[in-house]
């Protein structure tokens, strides 16, 4: 802002609303006047004292006192407003603090939602508060009942503060429903004792971690906690939830979404999706320079995925999937040693090359993998270690024009376990390297094998 020349009134003035926001008589400099404004919470001495007007009637002051005394009092009130220098006092004095020992949700400037049980509006997790609502104990009956439905679409990050355990709260349901954007829930140890769930985490399509100490999930119930959860992943296994999964699944170790931060398993890896339809995953979150990236996340490695929501090409129009034209396993695949890849490229039917399936190790669950990839025409498995296969269901499904895949002379499945039927299911264009065809009597994974005299398969030695 530009301000010129400022009369020493409109400082007094400053420095008198701080005062009486202290209920103190501490003196300012004009630069310390700013930190003294983002420190003000409600708290008052009872000793208010004013300052007289200085003889001196003008002065010159840096645009930046001005400037950051403007952005403590927006940080305070959570307002949007440009604040001239006249008009600073009055903002000060009109600022209120929500004071007292409640269980609250504070929105914070980092887009956290911070729960706690505090007296005041405080937050702990970093970033300073932007709004605050009373939480009622009793819990919520709908996502619109809650008080801080209307900034659902604005939360990146949830912390259950341990604080809240005081709350004493039961009832969880819908208390995270439709958070969108929200990637990341901490402190779930918090929330141990919770006996309703219904719906709590719905909706939330971009939640890939729940963090939690410890759980007891003895007594909880609900209906689709974690219904629409796609990226959602427990740190011990991998385990992804089902749409129609219970609360029995809201726990730490196998089986469970919950994740120890002290024993996370997960290893992420990443997909770039760019404009000219090439799909690139790889170890790197940085996609390549020079390139038009539609989209772009992560993908947990370990992830037993259970549908399509978790990359980049499950959006709408410029990132559908229809738009995927061509899959590239980047070099830097090779650095993994544990790999689900559960429906990664489900129904990408215009996906006509996949490349690089030689840089990856350790691939375990190939669950729907290319599943209704109807104008792939080859594929080449030639450098692949099929050794560490546990599931090839459905894999190579409706792959409607796949005439022949190429692998290795020396490929080998592993000699028990694992299963995989209706790995080709109506893939009718399949012919292995001798000959071969495609039958509906044939479609499990044990026909994902080289094509010679004496063994039939649908494998071409290359």
Request: net charge negative.
């Amino acid at each position: 802002m530009a301000v010129g020349t400022i009369s020493t009134r409109i400082l007094t003035d400053i420095a008198n609303a701080i005062r009486f926001q202290r209920g103190d008589g501490e003196l300012f400099k004009p630069r310390q006047m700013a930190a003294a404004v983002a420190a003000l919470d409600g708290s008052y001495a009872g000793n208010y004292q004013p300052q007289e007007y200085m003889d001196l009637e003008s002065g010159v002051l840096p645009e930046s006192v001005f400037e950051d005394i403007a952005d403590a009092i927006r940080g305070q009130n959570g307002l949007d407003v440009t604040y001239q220098p006249g008009e600073m006092a009055a903002a000060i004095l009109a600022l209120t603090w929500d004071v007292g020992l409640k269980p609250r949700a504070v929105l914070t400037s980092l887009g956290t939602l911070e729960f706690n049980y505090v007296d005041g509006r405080h937050c702990y997790s970093g970033g300073v508060p932007v709004d605050a609502w009373e939480i009622d104990p009793a819990g919520y009956s709908s996502a619109g009942a809650r008080p801080y439905d209307g900034i659902k679409l604005q939360v990146r990050k949830a912390v259950i503060h341990p604080s809240w355990t005081a709350v004493g709260m039961t009832n969880a349901s819908y208390l995270f429903n439709a958070f969108e954007n929200m990637t990341e829930v901490s402190g779930f140890e918090n929330m141990s004792g919770i006996t309703s769930a219904n719906q709590m985490f719905t909706s939330c399509g971009a939640l890939e971690t729940i963090y939690a100490t410890s759980f007891s999930n003895s007594g909880l119930a609900g209906t689709y906690p974690f219904n629409g959860c796609y990226r959602l992943v427990g740190g011990a296994d991998g385990f992804v939830p089902q749409n129609t999964s219970g609360a029995s699944v809201c726990k730490l170790g196998a089986g469970g979404v919950l994740t120890d931060p002290a024993n996370d398993l997960r290893t992420w890896f990443w997909a770039h999706f760019y404009d000219d339809g090439e799909g690139v995953l790889t170890a790197t979150s940085i996609p390549e320079s020079g390139r038009v990236v539609l989209a772009s996340n992560r993908i947990c490695a370990i992830g037993k995925y259970r549908s399509l929501g978790f990359t980049p090409w499950d959006g709408s129009e410029a990132t559908h999937r229809r738009k995927l034209a061509r899959v590239v396993f980047a070099a830097d695949m090779s650095v993994y040693t544990y790999l689900n890849l559960n429906y990664l490229l489900y129904s990408c039917v215009n996906v006509a090359a996949v490349v690089g399936l030689s840089n990856l190790r350790g691939v375990r669950s190939m669950y729907f993998t290319f599943a209704s990839c109807s104008s792939l025409e080859e594929i080449d498995f030639r450098g692949f270690d099929p050794s560490t296969l546990t599931d090839l269901s459905y894999c190579l499904s409706s792959c409607t024009k796949l005439t022949t895949i190429y692998a290795d002379a020396t490929w080998a499945l592993p000699s028990s376990g694992i299963t995989g039927s209706q790995c080709f299911y109506s893939s009718k264009a399949l012919v292995g390297g001798n000959g071969t065809a495609w039958s509906s009597s044939n479609v499990s994974y044990t026909y994902m094998r080289i094509d010679k005299a004496g063994q039939p398969g649908y494998l071409t030695a290359a």
